[in-house]
C-alpha cells in the first residue's frame, strides 16, 4: 500500500471527519459513478447541512468540485486520497478478520483506529497483513497461542 511523503503531509492535514467524507465520496463515485449531498447525508447519517458545510471545505482546499445543485467530482488528489483511505480501511477489516475479532468490534474498531494509527504504522500493519496471508502457517501458530493465554497456559 505505502503512502508516499506528499500523501502524508496532506493526511496530517485532514481532520478525521474530512477523511470519512473523502472515503464515502471515494466509495460513492465508485459505486454509483457518482456523490449527491442526500446519498452522503444518508451514509454518514449526518444533516445534509453539514454536508454541504463539508463539501464547501473541502472544496476550498481542492480535494473535491462542488457547483451547487451539480453534484460533487473528486479531484484528482481527493481521489487518491480517497482511495489511500479505503484502502486503509479494508486493510484493517482484513486484519482484525485474521486475528478473528467479530464484526461488530470490527466496524467500531476500525472506525477509531483509522484516524489515529500514522501512516508508517499503517505499512507496518499492511506487512503483516501480507506476511499472514503468506505464512498461512505463522496465524495458526498465533492463534493458538492467543487460545492457549486465554486459557490460562502460559
Known sequence: MGINS??????RMLTPSME?????IYELMKEKGYARVSDIASSLE?????????????DENEYVSYEKYRGIVLTHRGEQLGKTMKQRHRM???FMR??????ETIQKDVEGIEHHVSP????????LVLFF???KECLLQFKAF???TSNGKK
Not at 485474521?98 to 464484526?103: F, N, S
Open 6 to 11: 506528499v500523501e502524508m503531509s496532506v493526511l
Open 20 to 24: 470519512d467524507y473523502l472515503e464515502k
Open 46 to 58: 449526518v444533516q445534509p447541512s453539514s454536508v454541504t458545510k463539508m463539501i464547501q471545505k473541502l
Open 92 to 94: 484493517l477489516e482484513d
Open 98 to 103: 485474521m486475528l478473528e475479532v467479530g464484526e
Open 120 to 127: 508508517s504504522t499503517v505499512d507496518v500493519l499492511q506487512n
Open 133 to 135: 496471508r503468506e505464512k
Open 146 to 148: 492467543c487460545q492457549e
